[in-house]
């Protein structure tokens, strides 16, 4: 017999050999009927895998994260057996699961897929799934495994090359075999909707000295009621992707003589940047941070110190070779080993901690073309960033201080459905990180036990920590129900030890500080990509970069518009006059279009009364009223939406 945990607590006993869908029948044969995946010891399981050990078991529906990523692992393999049919000489290479979906890259020789090809290849992988295939596991040796493929396929053979024997396994449905580790549906009859999404190019290995691939994106449903309301939220997507509503919006733009994923901010944009900035920095001020400024780069030793080159020299751009010989230097990639080397500028007693360093810092990377995306990848961002050096005894405070920042954050710019996501290292690849198992645990510890203080709603992943100690990041979903990551606190013990920080304790001996890095936006372009898509472009109204727009319905009334946008600049609320020769009907249908919150109307008897004639965004009609009612509406507004940091 074994004995089985579920997440409940509760402990069930089995003949050894019981399966999870058999435990899950024990549960309750209504909710076996949903079961799609299984966990057992913290290791993805079939729902058929024979369980021969006591653990802990968790069972996923299509609602759980876990058990969608299974369900559209399975559509990948689905989709591979379609193109395979469908495209005799394809070879295949990997196809995950992802956010919202799954791909395959592939080789298909001398052919071609384009958007005329997916509905026959919706069709195809249709056909199969209505079959219901069973997935199979089969554990296979390295030397099989090349046998099976060599000859036909060096994709696989260069991935097997790189496996170690033991560790090898084939998932056979169908006609159809693939290398694979595992983590599927009980069979493919459960898939009922498929779409193909798009096609695009891909390098081998994303590297783009390699050839270039074919990859092909999809996602699937086991209900066709679902795949339609997504379709309708990829549309709603389309009208407020960023990129589309930031050139509307005169925000910003790109230019390829300036470079792929380096933004230039237009006058729009670069005021609503620093209406951000500045909302970020009356915070800080209150909140005891001090505004430091730093170059865009440093010498190569810098972040040979700190660890970055080695963790993320690959995606630098390349060294900046000076005519003194030796000498290197490299864009900065990130902000933090500048920070500990301000720190470093004087001696601290524990009598001066906490310090707290922010600036908005512009870093680079070198992000492969294909993978840049508008705003949200980018080869030059600014972040938010800023460093807190405390003793041990101040991490606690200052680490709920901070989530008290990103929360004022979040409130006053419309984020209201999050969740937090304390991230942690892979103790199984400890080569991934720097630093002692001790400094880690009490990192890790640290982060946890201020998450559950502050009340937060917060999951915990494994293996998603920074390569220099643990993180606490906001994932948050937008009006469409995406999730994003925005905002993150990570403690750090072991860039004070590199670079040697010090201060001197009650005792007069030097001690190490403790470090927090925090970014409650991230970065500023990702930022503000994300707002436009949540907002669509109706930011809050203490945001947006003109609050009104003043209409007169002829050139008589040009200087009574001009009297008012003096009232209203003198009141602090940025408005613009259009005096153009154009009709009353079209200058507001341009106004709708632009995000204008308001318009307001000037003609004849609002001249004549010393009134405004007032119109919203969206159609609603405020009235006539005078210019200072006006005032005070958007005053009162503009306080409701923007909070008040304690």
């Keep these: 017999m074994i004995k089985v945990t579920l997440p409940d607590g509760s402990v069930r006993s089995y003949d050894k050999g019981v399966t999870p869908i058999e435990v899950a029948k024990d549960i309750s044969e209504g909710f076996a009927r949903n079961v799609i995946s299984a966990k057992f010891n913290d290791s993805v399981v079939e729902t058929t895998t024979p369980l021969s050990t006591d653990g802990n078991l968790v069972l996923y529906t299509w609602r759980d994260g876990a058990g969608k990523k299974a369900f559209w692992h399975s559509s990948a393999h689905v989709l591979a057996q379609a193109l395979e049919e469908l ?29 005329k090809d997916f509905k026959t290849i919706e069709n195809k992988m249709l056909e199969i799934a209505r079959d219901k295939h069973d997935f199979n596991m089969r554990d296979v040796s390295k030397a099989d495994a090349l046998d099976y493929y060599k000859g036909k396929n060096q994709y696989k053979v ?5 496996l170690e024997d033991g560790t090898i396994s084939f998932c056979d449905h169908s006609t159809f075999t693939d290398l694979c580790r595992g ?38 449903f086991p209900k066709q009621k679902e795949l339609t309301e997504y379709l309708h939220l990829l549309e709603e997507a389309k009208k407020r992707d960023h990129r589309k509503l930031g050139k509307e919006l005169e925000l910003f733009t790109f230019s390829q003589k300036v470079g792929q994923g380096l933004p230039l901010w237009l006058p729009k944009g670069a005021a609503l940047r620093e209406r951000l900035e500045n909302f970020l920095k009356a915070a800080q001020k209150k909140a005891g941070y001090e505004m430091v400024v730093t170059p865009h780069i440093g010498q190569k030793e810098l972040y040979v110190t700190s660890g970055h080159f080695a963790k993320y020299g690959e995606d630098s751009f390349q060294p900046i070779n000076t005519p003194t010989e030796g000498e290197e230097f490299l864009l900065k990639p990130m902000n933090c080993p500048h920070h500990c080397e301000i720190y470093n500028n004087k001696p601290y007693s524990y009598k001066e901690l906490p310090k707290r360093f922010a600036e908005f810092g512009t870093v680079y990377r070198y992000e492969q073309s294909g993978e840049l995306h508008g705003l949200t990848r980018v080869r030059g961002f600014t972040q938010d960033d800023a460093h807190i050096f ?15 920042l990103v929360l004022y954050v979040f409130g006053s710019l419309g984020f209201e459905n999050f969740t937090a996501q304390v991230s942690l290292r892979d103790t199984e690849n400890p080569e991934k990180y720097i630093g002692s198992n001790e400094n880690w645990e009490k990192a890790e510890t640290a982060i946890l036990n201020a998450a559950k203080d502050k009340g937060l709603n917060f999951v915990v992943e494994t293996g998603e920590a920074a390569f220099y100690g643990p993180k606490l990041d906001f994932m948050v979903k937008d009006a469409l129900g995406r999730q994003w990551q925005l905002g993150t606190i990570q403690v750090d013990y072991n860039l004070p030890e590199r670079f040697d920080l010090t201060y001197k304790g009650s005792d007069n001996e030097l001690h190490r500080p403790v470090m927090i890095h925090r970014a409650p ?3 500023m372009e990702r930022f503000i990509a994300i707002l436009l898509e949540h907002t669509g472009g109706n930011f809050p109204l203490w945001l947006m970069p003109e609050q009104a727009i003043i209409i007169s319905i002829s050139e008589k009334y040009e200087k009574y518009a001009e009297k008012v946008l003096t009232l209203l600049e003198n009141d602090e609320i940025r408005a613009l006059t259009d005096n153009r020769n154009e009709t009353v009907g079209k200058k507001i249908r341009e106004a709708e279009m632009q995000k204008f ?9 609002e001249e004549k009364d010393n009134t405004i004639t007032v119109r919203e965004h969206g159609g ?7 210019v200072i009612e006006f005032s005070e509406i958007v005053k009162q507004r503009v306080n409701n939406s923007l909070k008040i940091f304690k």
């Design 183 to 220: 983590g599927h549906i009980p069979n493919t009859g459960i898939i009922k909707a498929v779409k193909i999404l798009s096609v695009a190019g891909a390098y081998y290995k994303g590297d783009e000295n390699e050839k270039q691939l074919t990859r092909v994106y999809g996602i699937s």
């Design 87 to 115: 495209y005799p000489n394809v070879k295949l290479w990997v196809g995950p699961a992802i956010e919202n979906g799954f791909y395959y890259d592939l080789d298909l020789g001398e052919g071609t897929i384009s958007e």
């Design 390 to 404: 405390c003793t041990p005894d101040q991490l606690d405070a200052e680490f709920k201080e901070v989530i008290d």
């Design 597 to 605: 919150p308001f318009m307001i109307i000037v003609g004849e008897q």
């Design 521 to 523: 936006f991230g970065s």
């Design 158 to 162: 260069d991935l097997i090359e790189n």
């Design 620 to 626: 609603e009609e405020l009235g006539t009223i005078s």
